[in-house]
């Protein structure tokens, strides 16, 4: 055989294999079960002392109804068996308008698991989020923080999510946020800061929280060599610098960047597996009194 048709050959097939793979990738889904401050990965649902200052959650992310190809099913079986005691989700629930009732009304059936009902479900808006998605989210029972707080005693211990609005499409007003914060009192060892573009926490002066979740990067959607899905792709700081998915320390905080659910642009990924994040967020025994 020629070699140049043995090389078109092989080009063809590995390209088609890395397009099957990348339709089959945003069907699966993976549930990643992390302790923090450590990022240390759990090998069952959750750990197996639980002490009192514990924060347990649960973060969905980047629904992208439009382009979700996760079978409902399996994003219940996959929720079932978790007992968190917060839900945070991090924005976007579609690509386009038309299908945010589609994606309210996902979350309002994630929200009937006998095991998701009755905690807070909280949320802020993504870049692709319009103001009558995050109203029918209200509607649904979920809390929309938009550079505000919420307050929730877990334990008998007082824990604050600071929810902060979408820099993009939103009015990000961290002083506003952090105001409402401080009024509490309560220590940065337990506040947590939701934010969809984890960009916003460059924002953040050092020292008001010790905790941070967040999404929009999708974990790169699809991978490339040299990292150029960060750098072709995309234009924000923090991926560029490799902050873009997992758990990661970032100045005096410590979080989880999920790569999300549904996929943008176009219904595929590639080595970027949709994600649930399990967080289980430690505080210090030597500083959990303060």
């Avoid at 401050?37 to 002392?49: D, F, I």
């Avoid at 792709?233 to 998915?245: A, H, S, V």
């Amino acid at each position: 055989m020629n070699p140049g048709w043995f090389i078109a050959i092989l080009v063809g097939i590995v390209g088609l294999a890395c397009l099957l793979r990348g339709i089959w990738e945003p069907t699966r889904l993976e549930v990643t079960h992390v302790v923090l401050p450590g990022c240390q990965p759990l090998s069952g649902v959750q750990a197996a002392a639980e002490p009192a200052d514990v924060l347990r959650v649960v973060l969905l992310t980047d629904l992208h109804m439009d382009r979700m190809r996760i079978p409902k099913a399996r994003l219940l079986a996959a929720l079932e068996p978790l007992n968190p005691d917060l839900v945070l989700f991090g924005g976007d629930l579609a690509g386009r308008e038309a299908f945010e009732p589609a994606a309210a009304a996902l979350l309002s059936r994630l929200r009937e698991l006998p095991n998701l009902t009755g905690i807070p479900w909280l949320a802020v808006p993504g870049n692709h989020d319009s103001g009558d998605g995050m109203r029918l989210l209200q509607q649904a029972g979920v809390h929309v923080l938009r550079n505000q707080i919420h307050v929730h005693q877990i334990r008998g211990r007082a824990w604050q999510v600071i929810g902060l609005d979408d820099r993009r499409q939103g009015t990000l007003d961290v002083d506003r946020a952090l105001g409402e914060a401080r009024q509490t009192g309560l220590s940065p060892r337990h506040t947590l800061v939701l934010v969809h573009n984890p960009d916003s926490l460059l924002d953040l002066p050092p020292g008001q929280a010790a905790w941070f979740c967040g999404g929009h990067f999708h974990g790169g959607q699809i991978w490339m060599p040299f990292r150029l899905e960060f750098h072709v792709l995309r234009d924000e700081k923090l991926p560029r610098i490799g902050y873009d998915k997992g758990c990661l320390k970032l100045g005096d905080m410590t979080g989880c960047i999920s790569r999300g659910l549904g996929c943008v642009l176009f219904p595929l990924r590639f080595f970027s597996l949709p994600e649930i994040v399990s967080l289980e967020i430690h505080v210090p025994k030597n500083e959990s009194m303060t």
